[in-house]
Nanobody, 125 residues
């Protein structure tokens, strides 16, 4: 059974950076697409980024140019580097995984089978 554990969240000032990690156990991630999602208080969960098994990535306009997703299959871990953070980036961040043979990663959360417990990111001065 695949288990995902996020880490790296915390409190950061506007303009700062954080790197989130999503560590997998139980199954190798080589053939999985991984997505990062976030949910702010009172808002619906939204997609932040995704990466396919071949390394293709997707970002919504809200984070494009600021966030970078990457994967290290040897460590069975996916990362989300977040730069130029804004207060509106404050949310609980979740990673999710799904076996996915296609080149383009799925952007809809309904496609994902496995979820981590989330890590809090707070951007505030």
């Amino acid at each position: 059974q695949l288990q995902l554990v996020e880490s790296g969240g915390g409190l950061v000032q506007p303009g700062g950076s954080l790197r989130l990690s999503c560590a997998a156990s139980g199954v190798t991630l080589d053939y999985y697409a991984i997505g990062w999602f976030r949910q702010a208080p009172g808002k619906e969960r939204e997609g932040v980024s995704c990466i396919s098994s071949s390394g293709d990535t997707h970002y919504p306009d809200s984070v494009k140019g600021r966030f970078t997703i990457s994967r290290d299959n040897a460590k069975n871990t996916v990362y989300l580097q977040m730069n130029s953070l804004k207060p509106e980036d404050t949310a609980v961040y979740y990673c999710a995984a799904v076996p996915w043979p296609l080149r383009l990663c799925p952007v809809e959360q309904v496609e994902y089978d496995y979820w981590g417990q989330g890590t809090q990111v707070t951007v505030s001065s």
